[in-house]
């Protein structure tokens, strides 16, 4: 019940606060969203990256799996 009532507390100061400082609020998000973009665009770019030499490893190791089994054929 605490918890409620504090909760209930901190919504209602965060609403009171948010109508009283809603220019600095505007401002903070407008600072704050070209931040993230960036960012979220340079994991997205590592992760990419990331992937992508995944998959060149491993078409690398099945060519290679691939010729050793046709080496193998031949001598056979």
Known sequence: MKTLIGGAIGAVLGIIGLAV????????????????????????????????????????????TTLSDDKESETE
């Open 21 to 64: 400082w809603f220019k600095p609020f505007l401002q903070l998000v407008a600072g704050t969203v070209p931040i993230m973009l960036l960012l979220g665009g340079c994991l997205a770019l590592y992760l990419g990256f990331d992937e992508l030499k995944d998959t060149w490893q491993n078409e690398a190791m099945s060519n290679s």
